[in-house]
Structure formats: structure tokens, C-alpha cells
């Protein structure tokens, strides 16, 4: 289990255990072949559109990235954190759909609405933290920075458009892949071998949580974004734990809810 308050630094940490955590569970719950597909498909989807926006502005915005070690214009390790953060994200959208990543046979109409409802509502759970997150790593850190800044503490609303798009196709793509196997092959557990969906959902609360530190260890002072406005540090640490808990903390304690109330226990026929 993540430990949520562990500093300022807790979030990029508690992001880089998402990838181990990802790979050991990925690969019991999918096997090997669907765990690397969705891997690649994570991977490749999200560095090719970061790369399209650093160069174009399309889908995300103006912006581009500090630091070396870079795949063309993005950092090595975005592609690996896109691929964490999707997996907590895919299952914790599924938790509370009643574990629907099970259920997309195309025959069956629960299938045909999964197939479509859990990759959009996933890029939703995940843009949930990318909209507390962005502005702090972006405006206070400069993890990447903005060239235009933005409304939303120096971050332009089209990111965060453009972060649902880019996440809902890579698992819309993973989700086809999973409903043509199980459409394919209906037998519980020929594509997903049911187990313990308790643990990604902490780890997405945890994530949620790891904002709160920032808010008790910010200090006074401002930043100035691309554009020229000024914002306050505080002001941007507290709004980012007020996000989280409505939305991050609170998507993962409906899906806990779920499965202490015993309706993810197995998927309905």
C-alpha cells in the first residue's frame, strides 16, 4: 500500500510505484500478451500525442518540457507514468462499473455498453488527477511549462481536453482488444482472471491523497506563468487537495463502497 503522506516529493513517488504495481498485477489479471498490448498501446499513444502537441499545439496546448533524457521532445519516463496511472485508472473506472473491463462480450448488451462507457469513464478517472496535479508540476515545479499559460493556474482548459482524448483512445483501443477475446472466447476467466480490485482502488486514493502534504508544507510566495499572470503558491496547493478530494479521493471511495457492499463480487451473468 502507498504511503500518501510522505512529503512534497509524494506524488512523483507514489506515480513511479504505479508502474511496478501495474506490471505484477497487469500480468496476473491479463496475462502476458494483453498486458504488453496495453502497455504498448499506453505508451505509444501518449508519447505520440505529446510529441504532436510540443510541436503543433494539437490536442493538449502550447507547451514544452525541461529536463534531458527525452524520447524526441518527452521525457523517457512520461510514456512508463501514462501506463501506471492508465492501469489505477482502467481498473478503478471498472470497480465502479461492476467490474465491466469482465464483461465486454459483444454479444451481450451489458458488453456493447461497456465497451464504450468504461474507456470514456477511465479517461475521466484519470483526467481527475491530471486536473488537481497539472498546475502545480507545471507552474510551481516546471516540469513542462506553458507558453501561453492558462486559466486554470497557468494551464490552459484544452490540456485537460486534450488529456480525456488521448487517455480514452489508448483504452478504447485496450478495451476492443479485450471484447473481441472475450467475444471470441466466453468462459469466465479466458481473458480476465478475476481477483482483488481493492488494491488498485487504494492506490488511486492514495494518489488523491498525496496532495495534502503540499498544502501543509506550502510556502508564501508566487509564481509567474508564460503569459505574465502571477499566482500564488499556497493558492494552487490548496486548490489542488480541494480537487483531489472531490473527485480522485472521492470516485475511489464510491468504488470501495462498491466492493464492501459485495457488488463487484463476481460479474453478473
Not at 512508463?80 to 473506472?93: D, H, Q
Request: avoid cysteine; proline fraction near 5%.
Amino acid at each position: 500500500m502507498l504511503l500518501p503522506l510522505t512529503g512534497t516529493t509524494a506524488t512523483f513517488n507514489a506515480l513511479l510505484l504505479t508502474i511496478p504495481f501495474a506490471a505484477i498485477h497487469g500480468i496476473r489479471r491479463y496475462g502476458w500478451r494483453r498486458f504488453l498490448a496495453f502497455f504498448a498501446v499506453t505508451f505509444v499513444v501518449s508519447n505520440a500525442f505529446e510529441n504532436l502537441s510540443i510541436v503543433t499545439g494539437f490536442p493538449f496546448g502550447n507547451y514544452h518540457y525541461t529536463g534531458d533524457l527525452k524520447l524526441f521532445y518527452v521525457p523517457i519516463f512520461i510514456g512508463p507514468i501514462y501506463f501506471g496511472l492508465g492501469y489505477i485508472s482502467w481498473l478503478t473506472a471498472s470497480t465502479v462499473l461492476d467490474r465491466a473491463d469482465e464483461r465486454l462480450n459483444w454479444r451481450e448488451r451489458i458488453g456493447k455498453f461497456n465497451v464504450v462507457a468504461l474507456p470514456a469513464l477511465a479517461a475521466a478517472v484519470m483526467t481527475m488527477f491530471d486536473v488537481a496535479s497539472d498546475s502545480h508540476a507545471s507552474t510551481v515545479i516546471e516540469t513542462w511549462i506553458w507558453h501561453d499559460g492558462g486559466g486554470v493556474f497557468g494551464v490552459p482548459y484544452t490540456n485537460y481536453l486534450g488529456w480525456w482524448l488521448v487517455t480514452y483512445i489508448f483504452f478504447q483501443i485496450f478495451a476492443l482488444l479485450l471484447a473481441a477475446a472475450q467475444t471470441r472466447d466466453p468462459q469466465p476467466s479466458s481473458v480476465v482472471v478475476p481477483g482483488s480490485l481493492t488494491q488498485p482502488v487504494l492506490i488511486y486514493a492514495a494518489l488523491g491523497l498525496t496532495s495534502i502534504p503540499y498544502f501543509f508544507a506550502a510556502e508564501p510566495g508566487t509564481v509567474v506563468d508564460m503569459a505574465g499572470a502571477q499566482w500564488g503558491i499556497s493558492a494552487i496547493n490548496e486548490t489542488m487537495m480541494t480537487i483531489n478530494i472531490f473527485t480522485v479521493v472521492t470516485v475511489a471511495f464510491l468504488a470501495l463502497t462498491k466492493i464492501a457492499r459485495g457488488d463487484t463480487a463476481t460479474p453478473r451473468q
